[in-house]
């Protein structure tokens, strides 16, 4: 927990400094984005599938095909017509996110609890020791890393803390002496994760306002806040307004502070739940599980897709196939159907439009060399 909190504040000062500092040179580069530009990154995203995909790359590869699969139930993203829905209308907005993610995850787990026989049921651990300095100091290369991913990617109007997360914990395990004990509870991958995610937060704002142009759902709200006040997001905007751009600037900097306050006390109130017997805990995650996923849309049919999902990550645990790759399918696949269409209409169906262009080749360049690298490692015994 410790070391989730440090790296998130960090990720989190580093890309509010971004912001500060790279606002313009950043958000130039991002307006470069086209459709093509956009497929080979989610192309160059969806390698990290040979990361996360366990023992067997294969099964890897099968779990997130299954999640582009999944990806496609609902409306045609060009046509506008049903694909997958089987006549059900609460499938005509397509599966949701957070329902598939808590049942893959917290779900499953809980039905891994109870399916194991009575003697080999494990006591919930106690509440880990402190995070030491030079733990800290070991993998904050880690985590500086992980902050300029969510950085980069988190100035791509479009792309999300998803992706930089899992891109941020590929990258990690790729270059690991300690591989092999990623999704075992290994602290490089918290660190690498959390700090991908979070290197995100600041950087969505600098193409809201450098270009006028949200990068995220919760950036698409502050646009329209900014609108009602009369504060007009967009190239002008540092020049007309700086002195509220940068008050802005600064207070989400000093929000770093607030999170590390606020999460150094909730860490250690959370660490106590360790201590609750399982057989305890379960049923009251359960319940969690159920009200949030209702409180959502407030629909029945969600809870249904998280323990659809939760059956589904079961029987994936028990057959040794890894679950994030599903969940990477499932994010990635519609940005990568969206982008490939839109290239292709258009460019008129000239295929070539996918090798025009200098930030079109670095991502076919990286995409390769990930591949090469994710393959390459699977076959390099990992030192412990």
Same mark, same amino acid.
């Given at each position: 927990?410790?070391?989730? &909190?440090?790296?998130?504040?960090?990720?989190?000062? /580093?890309? @509010?400094?971004?912001?500060?500092?790279? $606002?313009?040179?950043?958000?130039?580069?991002?307006?470069?984005?086209?459709?093509?530009?956009?497929?080979?990154?989610?192309?160059?995203?969806?390698?990290?599938?040979?990361?996360?995909?366990?023992?067997?790359?294969?099964? =890897?590869?099968?779990? $997130?095909?299954?999640?582009?699969?999944?990806?496609?139930? =609902?409306?045609?993203?060009?046509?506008g017509t049903p694909r997958l829905t089987f006549g059900v209308l609460e499938l005509t907005g397509g599966l949701s996110f957070v329902p598939l993610l808590i049942g893959l995850f917290a779900v499953a787990e809980i039905f891994e609890f109870y399916g194991r026989e009575p003697g080999k049921v494990e006591r919930s651990r106690s509440a880990g020791a402190r995070l030491k300095w030079e733990e800290f100091r070991n993998y904050l290369p880690?985590?500086?890393? *992980?902050?300029?991913?969510?950085?980069?990617?988190?100035?791509?109007? *479009?792309? *999300?803390p998803a992706i930089a997360s899992f891109l941020s914990y590929a990258e990690a395990k790729r270059t690991s002496k300690r591989a092999a004990n990623f999704g075992h509870g290994e602290i490089e991958g918290v660190a690498a994760s959390e700090s =991908? @995610?979070?290197?995100? $937060?600041?950087? #969505?704002?600098?193409?809201?306002?450098?270009? *006028?142009?949200?990068?995220?759902?919760?950036?698409?709200? %502050? !646009?329209?806040?900014f609108l009602i006040h009369g504060i007009d997001p967009g190239p002008t905007l540092f020049t007309r307004q700086a002195d509220f751009v940068y008050a802005l600037i600064w207070g989400i900097m000093l929000s770093s502070i607030g999170l590390l306050v606020l999460g150094r006390i909730a860490v250690s109130a959370f660490a106590r739940t360790t201590t609750v017997p399982s057989h305890i805990? %379960?049923?009251? /995650?359960?319940?969690?599980?159920? !009200?949030? #996923?209702?409180?959502?849309? @407030?629909?029945?049919?969600?809870?249904?897709? %998280? &323990?659809?999902?939760?059956?589904?990550g079961y029987v994936m645990s028990k057959v040794d196939m890894a679950a994030a790759p599903l969940l990477i399918g499932f994010v990635l696949g519609p940005i990568f159907e969206d982008?490939?269409?839109?290239?292709?209409?258009?460019?008129?169906?000239?295929?070539?439009?996918? !090798?025009q262009g200098p930030i079109v080749w670095v991502f076919i360049v990286l995409t390769a060399l990930s591949l090469i690298f994710g393959l390459r490692k699977k076959n390099v015994p990992v030192e412990k």
């Open positions: 927990m410790d070391m989730a &909190l440090y790296a998130s504040c960090v990720a989190d000062f /580093v890309s @509010n400094l971004s912001l500060l500092l790279l $606002a313009g040179l950043i958000a130039s580069f991002a307006l470069r984005f086209g459709p093509p530009e956009f497929f080979w990154l989610i192309a160059f995203a969806l390698t990290v599938v040979t990361a996360v995909s366990g023992a067997s790359l294969l099964k =890897g590869l099968v779990s $997130a095909s299954l999640g582009v699969l999944l990806s496609t139930v =609902g409306m045609d993203l060009v046509y880690t985590i500086l890393r *992980g902050s300029v991913i969510g950085v980069i990617i988190g100035a791509i109007p *479009g792309t *999300g =991908g @995610n979070n290197g995100v $937060a600041g950087a #969505t704002l600098i193409p809201l306002l450098a270009l *006028g142009i949200p990068g995220d759902v919760i950036t698409a709200v %502050m !646009f329209g806040a805990l %379960m049923p009251i /995650v359960l319940i969690f599980c159920v !009200f949030g #996923t209702y409180s959502i849309n @407030n629909s029945t049919f969600d809870v249904l897709i %998280m &323990l659809g999902a939760g059956v589904l982008n490939f269409r839109r290239s292709v209409l258009v460019a008129r169906g000239d295929y070539t439009t996918f !090798f």
